[in-house]
């Protein structure tokens, strides 16, 4: 903190030194550690990308086989549409 | 979409789903230049003899149109820069009775994630990192272009955070 404005100190992978970030105001301070932290800590693991490429992965195209993307999205709209159309989103897979 | 705005790229989750295990959706997002009226108009003035479209004017910078009971939204966020190089950078994928479309590149996509967490909080982290990883696992994800596109849009130190492994 520097009076009512927040900053952080991050390593700058482009310039390969330490650089000191402008976040916003002092207010803004807790969303931003909150979304600096999750996106540090949060991890997909190993396990999941494995069973990501052997069971999704067009690999002539390299991006998930469009087949279940379309399923993902026939699926979306018939679940909205058997919840009267309330929902803003479902959940996952 | 190629008629009005044949630099689109489609966003958001189903454009997500081409890089990650997939997540039910129900919407189609396409990121285009909702910047240049007199396009957007013709668009409105088209779409609108067929289906729903809200708003109903220019100047906003999203909009909804349903069609067969699908959610398509038209979005340019505001801090968030349509360029040259993200439409050069856009993925052609092709999809079985639908044809050809395009879907904005992994590095991109996770960088309009780290934009939209300002406001929609850890969720949309979540999806930037899942695009990272699993991107990362099929050597499709250029670190240098993706830090590029955070810093215009303000969000670099957020995006240098999501890198870590």
């Known amino acids: 903190m520097k009076g009512n404005y927040a900053y952080v100190t991050m390593w700058d992978r482009l310039s390969k030194r330490p650089r000191r970030y402008y976040l916003g105001r002092r207010e803004e301070a807790g969303k931003w550690e909150e979304l600096l932290t999750f996106a540090r800590e949060y991890r997909v693991s190993d396990e999941e990308v494995r069973e990501y490429l052997e069971y999704y992965l067009d690999e002539d195209a390299n991006t998930t086989k469009a087949e279940y993307v379309l399923l993902s999205l026939s699926l979306g709209v018939e679940l909205w549409g058997s919840s009267g159309g309330t929902r803003a989103h479902s959940g996952r897979r | ?165």
Request: glycine share 6%; net charge neutral.
């Open chain 2, 1 to 165: 979409m190629e008629r009005f705005y044949p630099d689109y790229a489609i966003i958001g989750r189903f454009a997500r789903n081409f890089y990650a295990p997939p997540e039910t959706t129900l919407d189609i997002d396409f990121l285009v230049d909702l910047g240049d009226y007199e396009r957007l108009a013709e668009l409105i003035e088209y779409a609108s003899s067929q289906y729903r479209v809200t708003p109903g004017d220019v100047g906003h910078w999203q909009y909804t149109v349903i069609v067969s009971g699908v959610k398509v939204d038209l979005v340019h966020p505001p801090s968030f820069k349509l360029t040259q190089e993200a439409v050069s950078r856009r993925r052609l994928v092709r999809i079985g009775g639908v044809g050809r479309v395009y879907v904005a590149s992994p590095e991109d996509l996770a960088a309009l994630y780290a934009v939209s967490s300002k406001q929609r909080g850890v969720k949309d982290v979540v999806k930037a990192k899942d695009v990272i990883a699993y991107s990362r696992a099929r050597g499709d994800f250029d670190e240098v272009y993706f830090l590029r596109r955070c810093a215009e849009s303000g969000v670099e130190h957020l995006c240098a955070a999501m890198l870590s492994r």
